[in-house]
């Protein structure tokens, strides 16, 4: 007897009115929420189709707003005039230059896993410290920067002396 309430719905909940095995309330007309959606969504695309046929001046308004959005279009190239070559050299200058993903001082491969340091350059895990390669950057002179810049000078008012 215990095996047949486990198969039953318990009191008070319903299985959705199109089986989809989910749970219905009376206020959705024992649908679940998906179920629901769906069935709203069908019923609003019925009643503007309804609107669209009675309407003949609004059916191009629906229509329109039924329609796909428009297809990306590109811009259009002028092939006419030659570009100039310093123009296009200056256009290739500007992008920036993809690094290789080798190490600056022993140029083996690094992929992923190469170290990028604050000189610009890929290093392998050998040579990713700076005394290893030989690093231009000043690390001494951001530093003193960075404090100038977190500890501003401040200097008060003068007191007159009474």
Not at 14 to 26: E, Q
Not at 65 to 84: C, M, Q, R
Not at 127 to 154: M, S, W
């Amino acid at each position: 007897m215990a095996e047949e309430h486990r198969c039953q719905a318990p009191e008070g909940h319903r299985l959705c009115a199109n089986n989809c095995g989910f749970f219905g309330i009376p206020a959705t007309m024992n649908l679940c929420s998906k179920c629901y959606r769906d069935f709203c969504l069908k019923e609003q695309q019925q009643a503007s189709i309804k609107s669209s046929l009675s309407s003949p001046s609004s059916s191009s308004a629906a229509i329109e707003s039924v329609s796909p959005p428009p297809a990306l279009t590109l811009p259009e190239v002028k092939v006419d005039a030659p570009v100039p070559a310093e123009e296009n050299a200056a256009a290739v200058a500007d992008q920036p230059r993809q690094q290789p993903n080798r190490c600056m001082v022993c140029r083996k491969r690094v992929g992923l896993a190469g170290f990028k340091c604050r000189c610009g350059t890929t290093f392998c895990g050998m040579h990713r410290y700076p005394e290893q390669h030989g690093c231009t950057f000043d690390f001494k002179k951001v530093g003193r920067e960075e404090i100038a810049r977190a500890n501003p000078l401040v200097k008060a008012e003068k007191l007159e002396k009474i």
